[in-house]
């Protein structure tokens, strides 16, 4: 926002997101049999120029509730490839060893080819189990860096 970025944020917890049901009645590129709050997540990222997927590291991978939006990127496909839009990825984990996001950080980055993203950059937050460790480390910051200068 201080860069003179519009921000929309997405609570994924507190949506009614069900998964995709594989049933391609979308044409993979047609409105979604399922009604629910996606339709909401899919206006918002047919009209922006950038996604910055947050998530807290699960079992060394992204959230269940960001999964499956990202599973509903099925119903328009084609339009997120052809717009190439901005990425980023924020997330952060309670472990600190050096493997911690090799998992997610190989999955953004085979979201960020398939769908023609232009991946603007990572903050993975080593050692940030809590607000508390959080505080007292350098990625609040390094991710204020990132968008200010996007």
């Not at 979308?26 to 998530?55: H, T, W």
């Not at 050692?127 to 204020?144: E, F, I, N, V």
Request: glycine share 6%; charged share 20%.
């Amino acid at each position: 926002m201080e860069a003179g970025h519009q921000i929309q944020r997405f609570d994924l917890a507190k949506m009614n997101i069900q998964p995709c049901q594989g049933c391609i009645a979308c044409g993979y590129e047609g409105p979604c049999v399922l009604k629910d709050d996606n339709q909401m997540i899919r206006e918002a990222l047919l009209d922006a120029d950038m996604v910055v997927f947050a998530s807290p590291l699960y079992y060394y991978g992204m959230s269940a509730q960001l999964k499956t939006v990202i599973d509903r990127f099925c119903a328009y496909n084609s339009s997120l490839t052809y717009k190439h839009m901005k990425s980023a990825l924020l997330a952060v984990a309670w472990n600190s060893s050096d493997w911690t996001f090799e998992a997610l950080h190989v999955h953004y980055q085979t979201l960020v080819k398939y769908l023609d993203f232009k991946d603007c950059g990572e903050v993975l937050g080593y050692g940030c189990g809590s607000l508390a460790m959080t505080r007292h480390t350098k990625y609040p910051k390094d991710a204020y860096n990132l968008g200010k200068n996007l």
